[in-house]
């Protein structure tokens, strides 16, 4: 085939009629299942102001530092989204979501962006669902946003996972650990790569988050926050073990896993899946209590994660899952003449009222192209209407897959099949 003109950008793909069955179906569980946790639908804006998502994510993470896409118009200074808890937070401090009272607890579908290198479960586009739950301070609000997550999962079938858990401290136990990280990892500073080097001073706790071989034997044995954390942050991080633990979640305690984002504070997670290959985070997220505070609002604690679409549905197709039914149609009309065709148009709203899916040849074909083309489009019945149908009132209901037939008048047609 000849090469297209035009084609999408690089990881940026079309979401094809075949394929998006399984998106909407998995939509659907998403929106049941936040319904059943009481949780609310927030839907803001594709494009933030770059200051937000610089300010919230962090100037010296990767997302702000190489992945975002961000551009001018006039004095405005725009960013395609590359994850909703910022643009969430702004939404809740710009429109004074903590008047409706309550912890507010929101839940979204939708597209992102990061320029990365694209590959297999990671794409510029790509779509997440996730939850913020703001306002609580709760250790229940932690569980529940976990729970929810991973109820996503087992309803769809997808067992084969890990729930990595750490505390990544509040700024108090934070900067003790910091300190303990730079006293230990200072003797060797000048063996470590470039880039942790360069987090040495501003975020050393990135550096346990290196993937350069040249780390990993000082990451191995590095201090681990659990011995740094105060009181509070150590009694909260024990009840959402106990909680989870009287949920029957199990998980693994990582005292190594820091998260992407500068704004995390306290529990941290990450649910991972051996079905991935090198991408493995299905989800990932955790307490961002300074978030709020920091893009202008009032001090409010604050938990979430988001989850991306693609890697689990990536999932679903390695372990043979399948999120839709085959596609059909009830009822393709098959008509020979003008008078069928036109019989045929008046008659396609009754069927569809009465709640029974039906199309019919869009380009006037043979009545044998026709039925190829019902049984393309998996047609349970179709209705042969010619001439003399037209003329005696009764049409030919044929069973696709059984091959009976039944001559039935319309509205015969119309009770059999409502
Ligand atoms: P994140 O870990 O950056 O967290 O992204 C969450 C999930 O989105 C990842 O685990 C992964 O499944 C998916 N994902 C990320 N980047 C890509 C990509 N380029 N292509 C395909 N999938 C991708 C967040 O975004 C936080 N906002 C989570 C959160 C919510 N924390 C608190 N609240």
Redesign the pocket.
Known sequence: MAKPKYTSHVGMVDILPDESPKWRALEHIIHEEAARFNFEEIRTPIMEQTELIVRGIGQLTDIVSKEIFAFEKGDSHYVLRP???APVVRSYVEHHLDQRGGSQKLYYIGP?F?A?KPQK????Q?H?F?V?VIGSDDPVADVETIAFMMRIYERIGIKNFELKLNSVGDPESREAYKEALREYLKPNLSKLSEVSQNRFEKNPMRILDSKEPEDQEFIKNAPVIQDYLNEETASHFDKVTKYLDDLGISYTIDPYLV???DYYTRTAF?LTSPDLGS?D??????R?DLLVEEIGGQPTPA??????M??LLIACEELDIELAEEKSVDVYFVTLGDLARSFAIKHLPKLREAGISATMDYMSRSMKAQMKDANRENALYTIIIGDNELNEGKFTLRNMKESEEDSLSFDEILTKLS
């Open positions: 994850e909703l808890t992102m990061r990365e479960g990671r794409q510029r790509f997440q996730g913020e998260r992407g984002m990450e991408q985070a299905l989800a990932g997220g955790g961002y938990v979430g994660f988001a989850a991306g693609e890697r």
